[in-house]
């Protein structure tokens, strides 16, 4: 089955009603259909007052209104995590502003908002570094400001901060206690966690029954109740990179980052009993969605990511949230590139492995990116996504707009630069083609950034809803697309053309439907387990490994080929891969070619080339290329 297509379509949405649940049997998100789902987005985290962004006007660095909305489904984009901020839901200590017109009511308005785009939304209690007094912000302050009061606590005896390794004296703070922001931003962030102070706010939130812990508890339980109803609200993300840093205000402890690496005794002593009282605390009132759990932020090289599952065998509906970064940097230029591939691989190797042990948990990559627009970095983003496919990973992007964040590694990380202008190129990057949701079994999701070339298989036995895919026809596709849609061996590929349909419903989204006529129902009956595969290609360029043609006027031409061609007998092929076709190289005894951007090129004969025919050929020996005498 094959199309090819240039298509603008009016914009229809319809707004998410379907709850979306973990399948325990393959740890995929599924909706009531059953259809496996997938969710490529972007982070929204406003950090400062009044903790939510705006929605009822358009801003290019502030707001999350209709407009930003439409760019968001023009780009794909399904999912956002939202920053749910502990200070915006207790203002007061110990009083939820969850009443109508308060915090939580505004979060809801912008829940309601992304679900009439087909948005889902990851509620997410972030935090870096957990106070302003500290550089950052995520608790409220005055849990902070009580503990500096008690004389007695962990943190009233600890160095004064920024120590042990940085100096207070640095640092200029205003009459509240809070150092100056300019100040703050002369220095990574995270280097504000390596402090005895913050150390000691973190073995308080750690600490269970203590008043920070407790509130941490309150928060999750109005969180929870506020959204329980809401089926656009797809997972409750419980904490924002937890710290193992300096937890008995010491210097020593500041110094044990290699037991972080090498060891889970935080994930099971601190983060995994927390994250149990949460979970408690949300399912008591009721709520039925996903919960997602981090570990510390470093990749761990020996040992599981937790020593058990955080929430039990019994939670089904629980999932691990992961962040991937390069280090150091974001991987532009020189030694950093490599550096950031073997970042990138260490933190796979960290998760993988924990989530292949627990299939029945989700996984999902909440954090990611960060970067600006160069090459690099942007060809980096590409192989944590491509990656990120071959498993069916979820993800969302770090982040959107810039929404006032002074706690990042990149202040160029947003969509929008600061003029107010869309970074194309880091857009082209983000919004890959990939199935949305598929109706049936899926085993294979590949997208090539070069070429545009996407390839989805999956066993289809859904019919009470299509498979969704989402490719953007401008970026990736602007002189058209042409669509395969193949059975395995063996299955009759004119019935499967009957009974898998397609149909683009809007700009940019189309349906592949299975009927439900008897003929179908019979020929699904005989072929249970057929496996379809779907192929989405640029129209103007001619797919990888086919037979193509050089002569003017004949097609599909050569020129077409985006890995360049392949000189195989008297014909010519698109090569599979560039570096295929040039690692080939020449042999002697075999035909060449002369022509740019062909393969393998005669220039690399070692003992020079002969014409015979009208095809070039390596010489199989140099002396015997020169003794040929041409009459």
């Not at 990851?122 to 957990?130: E, F, M, T, Y």
């Not at 005794?265 to 039925?288: M, S």
């Not at 019935?495 to 149909?503: A, E, I, R």
Request: aromatic content about 12%; glycine content about 8%.
């Amino acid at each position: 089955m094959r199309w090819a297509l240039l298509v603008v379509l009016s914009v229809s949405v319809d707004p998410i009603t379907d709850p979306i649940r973990i399948d325990p049997t393959t740890g995929h998100y599924v909706d009531a259909h059953g259809r496996a789902r997938v969710f490529h987005g972007v982070n929204v985290v406003y950090k400062t007052e009044p903790w939510y962004p705006a929605s009822d006007h358009w801003d290019n660095q502030t707001s999350l209104d209709k407009k930003t909305l439409e760019y968001m489904r023009e780009w794909g984009f399904n999912v956002v995590r939202l920053g749910v901020m502990w200070p915006g839901v207790e203002r007061q200590h110990g009083k939820m502003e969850d009443q109508p017109g308060q915090y939580l009511d505004e979060i809801g308005k912008l829940v309601d908002s992304m679900a009439e785009y087909g948005i889902y939304t990851i509620a997410d209690l972030h935090q870096d570094v957990g106070s302003r007094r500290f550089c950052g912000e995520g608790f409220p302050e005055f849990y902070v400001e009580d503990l500096y009061s008690d004389n007695e606590s962990a943190i009233s005896k600890a160095s004064q901060w920024p120590e042990p390794f940085l100096s207070h004296d640095d640092l200029h703070f205003n009459a509240t206690g809070f150092p100056d922001l300019g100040d703050c931003l002369k220095k990574s962030f995270g280097r504000y966690y390596i402090t005895e102070a913050v150390g000691a706010l973190w073995e308080s939130l750690y600490t269970a029954g203590s008043d920070l812990n407790n509130g941490f508890i309150r928060y999750w339980k109005s969180v929870a109740t506020k959204f329980k109803n809401s089926p656009a609200l797809l997972a409750f993300e419980l904490l924002n990179e937890p710290s193992g840093y300096c937890l008995d205000s010491s210097t020593i402890s500041c110094l044990s980052e290699g037991s972080e690496v090498f060891g889970n005794a935080v994930e099971g002593d601190k983060l995994t009993p927390l994250y149990q009282a949460a979970a408690q605390a949300i399912r008591e009132v009721g709520a039925p969605q996903i919960i997602l759990y981090e570990a510390t932020v470093l990749p761990k090289i020996a040992g599981d990511l937790f020593p058990e599952l955080p929430l039990g065998q019994n939670e089904t509906q629980q999932g691990l949230a992961y962040h991937i970064y390069c280090a150091p940097g974001d991987g532009a230029g020189g030694i950093v590139g490599p550096v950031c591939e073997i970042t990138q691989d260490l933190f796979w190797d960290t998760y993988h492995p924990f989530l292949d042990k627990h299939k029945s948990i989700g996984g999902f990559l909440t954090e990611f990116g960060a970067v600006g627009g160069n090459e690099e970095e942007l060809d980096h983003l590409s192989r944590v996504m491509s990656t990120a496919d071959e498993t069916f990973q979820s993800w969302t992007y770090w982040q959107l707009k810039k929404y006032n964040d002074f706690t990042t590694a990149n202040a160029a990380e947003a969509i929008w630069d600061g003029d107010g202008n869309i970074e194309m190129a880091k857009v082209k990057t983000l919004t890959r083609t990939y199935a949305q949701a598929i109706a049936g079994k899926p085993s294979k999701m590949t997208f090539d950034a070069d070429t545009a070339d996407f390839v989805l298989e999956y066993i289809p036995t859904i019919t009470s809803a299509p498979t969704e895919i989402y490719l953007n026809s401008e970026l990736h596709y602007p002189d058209g697309f042409k669509i395969e849609i193949k059975a395995s061996k063996g299955v009759p590929q004119d019935q499967l053309t009957k009974c898998l349909t397609y149909k683009m419903v809007e700009t940019n989204y189309m349906h592949l439907t299975l009927s439900t006529s008897d003929a179908c129902k019979i020929f699904m009956h005989l072929y249970p387990k057929v496996m379809v595969t779907v192929s989405i290609y640029s129209a103007a360029k001619n797919k990888p490994g086919t037979m193509c043609d050089t002569r003017p006027s004949h097609f599909p031409q050569c020129s077409n080929c985006p890995y360049g061609t392949v000189r195989r007998g008297l014909n010519d092929w698109c090569c599979e891969k560039k570096e295929k076709c040039t690692a080939s190289g020449t042999q002697p005894g075999h035909p060449c070619d002369t022509r740019a951007g062909h393969y393998p090129q005669c220039s690399t004969c070692p003992y020079g080339t002969i014409r015979k025919g009208l095809t070039d050929w390596c010489c199989k020996e140099d002396e015997k290329c020169k003794d040929v005498i041409f009459v």
